[in-house]
């Protein structure tokens, strides 16, 4: 037991870094998708790291959402998981699409990362918006604010997938997320499982 939520909290606070330093390295690279292209290639070490521990952030919490879907078997968690093993099939996709490639296969890369990762965020943050709204271990003001945070992030999720907004448009609800990934943690920190 111990391990499953150690493994969805320590995920849920780490992921926070990882989200923190994709931040700043958007920002340092160029605008042009070709010299984007370029710069993610010249720093790939930087990238390619970032990306594995990411990876390994996010397995991380696939296996808590895991454990609890088992051992709780409640419909938000096996949700939950299914969102995040989702998730986790971007990573192969950027690793491998990106480093030496050709511009034009990267950016095929690149959209299918970002399809299945919208429609991955898409699954698990519905997933927590059903686990919050039938929340009994939260104070009131924290489970509503989880609520909130769920169902604005879900529905973002939902906007973007279906077409209204785009991705960059989309990532505006950032430190949204990060809020939520941290009250994920400490939701962790108050499961009883028998």
């Known amino acids: 037991m111990k391990l499953g939520k150690l493994f969805w909290t320590s995920g849920s606070i780490l992921i926070n870094i990882t989200i923190g330093i994709y931040i700043y390295l958007s920002s340092k690279a160029p605008l042009n998708p070709v010299e984007r292209h370029n710069y993610v290639n010249e720093n790939w070490d930087i990238y390619g790291m970032h990306w ?11 296996i808590g959402a895991l454990y609890f879907a088992f051992k709780l078997k409640k419909i938000s968690w096996t949700i939950i998981s299914v969102g995040q ?18 511009f034009e ?15 991955g965020n898409l699954i698990f943050l ?19 604010t989880a609520i909130a945070l769920s169902g604005i992030t879900f529905l973002t999720f939902l ?36």
Do not use: C, R
């Open 85 to 102: 093993l989702i998730l986790l099939s971007t990573y192969p996709i950027m690793l491998g699409g990106y480093e030496n490639t050709s």
């Open 126 to 144: 519905g997933g927590l918006l059903k686990l919050y709204s039938a929340d009994t271990y939260l104070k009131h003001w924290l489970k509503w």
């Open 105 to 119: 296969l990267s950016q095929m890369a690149n959209q299918m990362a970002t399809v299945i990762f919208v429609f």
């Open 159 to 194: 906007i973007t997938f279906i077409g209204v907004i785009d991705w960059k448009q989309a990532l505006m609800i950032g430190p949204l997320i990060n809020v939520l990934y941290l009250i994920n943690a400490y939701y962790g920190t108050k499961l009883k499982i028998e």
């Open 52 to 62: 594995k521990v990411e990876f390994l952030f996010m397995t991380l919490i696939a």
